[in-house]
Antibody
Framework: QVQLQESGPGLVKPSQTLSLTCTVS??????????WSWIRQRPGKGLEWIGY???????YYNPSLKSRLTISVDTSKNEFSLNLTSVTAADTALYYC???????????WGQGTLVTVSS | QSALTQPASVSGSPGQSITISCTGS?????????VSWYQRRPGSAPQLLIY???KRPSGVSDRFSGSKSGNTASLTISGLQGDDEAEYYC???????????FGGGTKLTVL
């Protein structure tokens, strides 16, 4: 059974870069047919798709975040990462990593990690 | 606001059925049969309940069912139980370069 676990700082200063890593266990991240996603939920809001990556490195980003966003994959470590630059308080959210049948359903989710942007 | 519109809350008594709606547009729900539903209990990760409008993953109770008409998808939970109390989110593929959109979530209270 695949499991995903987010890790990274819980507090980031405004204008800095938010960096999170998702470690995948129980399955190779190089499995075909699935993408690896980042999804967030800001306080009081619904879920928001951030973007996803294929094991080959192909990425798809939410246009609203694209200019600040980089998602990368390290198949040797079976993990993928999120970098979001120039953060503001509006980026404060619960961040999830997930296994995604691109275009379709999210099959597995991490537990989520809360990131607060504050000085 | 969220791309897909869900009621903020619904409630029902044990044994009853409830339906949660998810309204989108011709960019998403109306055009694609790629609607999914998720359950999130407090402190837990979301769990997939329904995919491709009305398919259930292995292990999901047949008390959960999905449907779609026009730009509105629906999740029906029959035979309500206490542990159905949770938040429910819909999602759809979106063909306008966003790829995936979600609803704002619906809190289900079992009375």
């Amino acid at each position: 059974q695949v499991q995903l676990q987010e890790s990274g700082p819980g507090l980031v200063k405004p204008s800095q870069t938010l960096s999170l890593t998702c470690t995948v266990s129980g399955e190779s991240i190089s499995i075909g047919g699935y993408y690896w996603s980042w999804i967030r939920q800001r306080p009081g809001k619904g879920l928001e798709w951030i973007g996803y990556i294929y094991y080959s490195g192909n990425t798809y980003y939410n246009p609203s975040l694209k200019s600040r966003l980089t998602i990368s994959v390290d198949t040797s470590k079976n993990e993928f990462s999120l970098n979001l630059t120039s953060v503001t308080a509006a980026d404060t959210a619960l961040y999830y990593c997930a296994k995604d049948r691109a275009g379709g359903e999210v099959t597995h989710w991490g537990q989520g990690t809360l990131v607060t942007v504050s000085s | 606001q969220s791309a897909l519109t869900q009621p903020a809350s619904v409630s029902g008594s044990p044994g009853q059925s409830i339906t949660i709606s998810c309204t989108g547009s011709d960019n998403d729900v109306e055009t694609y049969r790629l609607v999914s539903w998720y359950q999130r209990r407090p402190g837990s990760a979301p769990q997939l309940l329904i995919y491709e409008v009305n398919k259930r993953p292995s292990g999901v109770s047949d008390r959960f069912s999905g449907s779609k008409s026009g730009n509105t998808a629906s999740l029906t939970i029959s035979g309500l139980q206490g542990d159905d109390e949770a938040e429910y989110y819909c999602s759809s593929y979106a063909g306008n370069g966003i790829f995936k959109v979600f609803g704002g979530g619906t809190k289900l209270t079992v009375l």
